[in-house]
């Protein structure tokens, strides 16, 4: 099967960038938050391009001196570190191959213990003999700066002697003995024939050492006392906020970074190319408009042009100003509040006319439910508004038999008729009927309301004719 080449060509281009992606995504991120006027790290929304959180790093003193302590502790660290490990390392060439393993077992352990409980142990230790021989708590070996160099190269070291002892594993050891057979002490090899040979691996041991001590914080942070250094005091500004000036501290941590890459690499292929060989004689006889020592040299060219850039944001930076800009971005931010403020409000007015309409709605509920709906009270309808007007229409009405009325089955309140109208009504009807006798009244037998015929004038009659 044959394989298309551009197809592998996007799979790998793809890869690589997804690759440094990942590796340079938040590098190049928090940098561009630096020239951001957000008053908090952001890209987007993007304010104005601004140079003023570099200026706001340069005026805070905690940051400066955090930074001065941090470069004391390191080549404090640097000087103890790559000291112990060349040391361990040579023991460790001269030892014999029973005694190797457990020493290098014992030398690398420091490696494998957790930097907070090194921290820990460090400071009980140093506490603990300060009280041994009576020295004062404010003392050296209290000192903040003494207590993280000594904690920190205590496991740094480790990382030295493993750089110089793959140096050492591409050392002769006759070149040694050659220069003692010649009359040199062992002094005097080590320095003319051994420490040259180590030099590499002495720089390499010491940047490694330095930036280990750079960026610790878990060692550290027992044992800065009141010298915090840039970690710590990182990590303290993150805890109770922070602002862009730390993007810029990180821009320019990165700046100075690629910037000793490419150093290093200028330097190596600088001195590939004055060396005698192919590529000294390639450079030499390449047309270009280069100068002779970048010709050849990328890691140059890049030099010169980082260079370049940083002078130019440096020039810029001087003269420009973003106030003009703030002030447009203020404006606008101003308009957005107003009118955010707008929507609130009028999303309130409805809520709160929702709110009494549902109001209302439950009160009118509640009334409906709390009125009796058949009249059904203790006392019934006896003191309903209607109660006299039903009296009244039943005068109106059309006149029907009393008896059947005073009887009838809708005057069922709680006190009969006993309060009806009628009943006076029939006794002075009465009155107006031809008189009858009081004995023959065939109707005095349906005298029977409530008070029976107490009232009827008849028994005044009754009364009289019997007394006349």
């Given at each position: 099967?044959k394989r298309n080449p551009?197809?592998?060509?996007?799979?790998?281009?793809?890869?690589?960038?997804?690759?440094?992606?990942?590796?340079?995504?938040?590098?190049?991120?928090?940098?561009?938050?630096?020239?951001?006027?957000?008053?908090?790290?952001?890209?987007?929304?993007?304010?104005?391009?601004?140079?003023?959180?570099?200026?706001?790093?340069?005026?805070?003193?905690?940051?400066?001196?955090?930074?001065?302590?941090?470069?004391?502790?390191?080549?404090?660290?640097?000087?103890?570190?790559?000291?112990?490990?060349?040391?361990?390392?040579?023991?460790?060439?001269?030892?014999?191959?029973?005694?190797?393993?457990?020493?290098?077992?014992?030398?690398?352990?420091?490696?494998?213990?957790?930097?907070?409980?090194?921290?820990?142990?460090?400071?009980?230790?140093?506490?603990?003999?300060?009280?041994?021989?009576?020295?004062?708590?404010?003392?050296?070996?209290?000192?903040?700066?003494?207590?993280?160099?000594?904690?920190?190269?205590?496991?740094?070291?480790?990382?030295?002697?493993?750089?110089?002892?793959?140096?050492?594993?591409?050392?002769?050891?006759?070149?040694?003995?050659?220069?003692?057979?010649?009359?040199?002490?062992?002094?005097?090899?080590?320095?003319?024939?051994?420490?040259?040979?180590?030099?590499?691996?002495i720089a390499s041991a010491?940047?490694?050492?330095?930036?280990?001590?750079?960026?610790?914080?878990?060692?550290?942070?027992?044992?800065?006392?009141?010298?915090?250094?840039?970690?710590?005091?990182?990590?303290?500004?993150?805890?109770?906020?922070?602002?862009?000036?730390?993007?810029?501290?990180?821009?320019?941590?990165?700046?100075?970074?690629?910037?000793?890459?490419?150093?290093?690499?200028?330097?190596?292929?600088?001195?590939?190319?004055?060396?005698?060989?192919?590529?000294?004689?390639?450079?030499?006889?390449?047309?270009?408009?280069?100068?002779?020592?970048?010709?050849?040299?990328?890691?140059?060219?890049?030099?010169?042009?980082?260079?370049?850039?940083?002078?130019?944001?440096?020039?810029?930076?001087?003269?420009?100003?973003?106030?003009?800009?703030?002030?447009?971005?203020?404006?606008?931010?101003?308009?957005?509040?107003?009118?955010?403020?707008?929507?609130?409000?009028?999303?309130?007015?409805?809520?709160?006319?929702?709110?009494?309409?549902?109001?209302?709605?439950?009160?009118?509920?509640?009334?409906?439910?709390?009125?009796?709906?058949?009249?059904?009270?203790?006392?019934?309808?006896?003191?309903?508004?209607?109660?006299?007007?039903?009296?009244?229409?039943?005068?109106?009405?059309?006149?029907?038999?009393?008896?059947?009325?005073?009887?009838?089955?809708?005057?069922?309140?709680?006190?009969?008729?006993?309060?009806?109208?009628?009943?006076?009504?029939?006794?002075?009807?009465?009155?107006?009927?031809?008189?009858?006798?009081?004995?023959?009244?065939?109707?005095?037998?349906?005298?029977?309301?409530?008070?029976?015929?107490?009232?009827?004038?008849?028994?005044?009659?009754?009364?009289?004719?019997?007394?006349?």
């Amino acid at each position: 099967m044959k394989r298309n080449p551009l197809v592998g060509r996007l799979a790998l281009g793809l890869y690589l960038l997804i690759f440094f992606g990942y590796l340079l995504g938040p590098l190049v991120v928090m940098s561009l938050t630096a020239f951001n006027s957000a008053q908090f790290p952001s890209v987007s929304p993007w304010a104005c391009f601004t140079f003023e959180w570099f200026g706001v790093l340069f005026r805070d003193e905690r940051i400066l001196e955090s930074i001065r302590n941090s470069f004391i502790i390191g080549f404090g660290t640097v000087i103890l570190s790559v000291s112990i490990g060349l040391a361990a390392a040579l023991i460790l060439s001269q030892i014999t191959a029973k005694l190797r393993g457990i020493y290098y077992t014992i030398i690398i352990a420091p490696i494998l213990i957790p930097g907070v409980v090194l921290g820990i142990s460090t400071l009980v230790f140093w506490d603990r003999l300060s009280r041994l021989l009576g020295a004062s708590t404010e003392g050296l070996f209290h000192n903040g700066i003494f207590l993280t160099v000594i904690g920190q190269a205590a496991f740094i070291s480790s990382y030295t002697m493993l750089v110089f002892v793959a140096r050492l594993q591409r050392f002769d050891p006759l070149q040694t003995e050659a220069a003692l057979d010649l009359g040199a002490t062992h002094m005097q090899a080590f320095r003319k024939v051994l420490l040259p040979f180590l030099r590499p691996a002495i720089a390499s041991a010491a940047v490694l050492a330095f930036l280990a001590s750079f960026e610790n914080y878990n060692t550290t942070t027992f044992l800065f006392g009141q010298f915090p250094t840039l970690t710590i005091e990182l990590a303290q500004m993150v805890r109770y906020g922070i602002n862009p000036s730390i993007s810029a501290l990180a821009f320019i941590i990165v700046v100075l970074t690629v910037f000793g890459g490419l150093a290093a690499e200028a330097l190596r292929r600088a001195r590939f190319n004055r060396g005698p060989g192919l590529g000294a004689e390639f450079v030499r006889a390449r047309r270009s408009i280069l100068p002779v020592a970048l010709r050849g040299n990328i890691a140059a060219l890049g030099i010169v042009l980082l260079s370049f850039v940083v002078i130019a944001g440096f020039v810029t930076a001087q003269s420009y100003s973003p106030a003009q800009c703030k002030a447009m971005v203020l404006k606008v931010k101003k308009e957005r509040t107003e009118l955010r403020i707008k929507e609130l409000q009028e999303r309130m007015a409805e809520r709160a006319a929702a709110a009494a309409a549902a109001k209302k709605t439950a009160e009118d509920a509640e009334d409906k439910a709390t009125k009796p709906a058949n009249n059904s009270g203790a006392f019934g309808n006896v003191f309903g508004q209607d109660s006299l007007g039903k009296v009244g229409a039943d005068d109106n009405a059309a006149p029907s038999d009393q008896g059947s009325d005073s009887g009838g089955a809708n005057n069922s309140g709680a006190f009969g008729n006993v309060f009806d109208p009628g009943n006076l009504d029939d006794v002075g009807g009465k009155k107006n009927e031809p008189a009858t006798e009081p004995g023959n009244d065939p109707e005095s037998d349906n005298n029977s309301g409530a008070f029976g015929n107490v009232f009827d004038p008849g028994n005044l009659g009754k009364v009289g004719g019997k007394d006349n």
